[in-house]
């Protein structure tokens, strides 16, 4: 049962988070493109970029459910892999040492499983090359890098 609410904005508070956020950024001149500046004239077109690596989770069909459906461990190796993704690689190499102590596993069975629970929802599978230290991530739910740019063959244009 989803709750609907309507929240009037106006009520809420700035974000208390808000104060203490800095975002590493490089401006990007875009020496092609031109804006109407607030006197009229026409300036370059400025970008802000961030530089800090992030991970993008994406609304694929289905997403959702199968993070909501994980163990706690499956949740707690979702996002140890998403805190360890390179950028443009749909590949990891699975520390298990690091995995365990950074999260108070003491059980090789417990790493076994959530392995296991990530592979069976098809969110990562073992490379052939590499069994249980190299892992292929699935692009489709996550991805740390520019999707198009890495997989120009599979776009989707409309």
Request: hydrophobic share 40%; proline share 4%.
């Amino acid at each position: 049962m989803k709750i609907k609410l309507e929240i009037d904005e106006s009520k809420l508070t700035k974000n208390i988070f808000i104060g203490k956020l800095v975002i590493p950024v490089s401006e990007v001149t875009d020496v092609h493109k031109y804006i109407l500046a607030a006197d009229g004239v026409k300036v370059q077109k400025v970008y802000h970029i961030e530089r800090q690596q992030y991970v993008k989770v994406y609304y694929a069909e289905g997403a959702k459910e199968l993070i909501y459906k994980l163990s706690p461990a499956g949740k707690c190796l979702f996002l140890f892999i998403i805190h360890h993704l390179e950028v443009g690689k749909d590949w990891f190499v699975f520390d298990r040492s690091l995995y365990m102590q950074k999260n108070g596993i003491k059980s090789i069975n417990t790493v076994k499983g959530a392995l296991t629970e990530l592979w069976d929802m098809e969110l990562i599978c073992p490379t052939a090359a590499y069994p249980n230290v190299v892992y292929w991530i699935n692009p489709k739910y996550f991805f740390c890098g520019n999707r198009p740019k890495c997989y120009p063959n599979n776009l989707d244009i409309k």
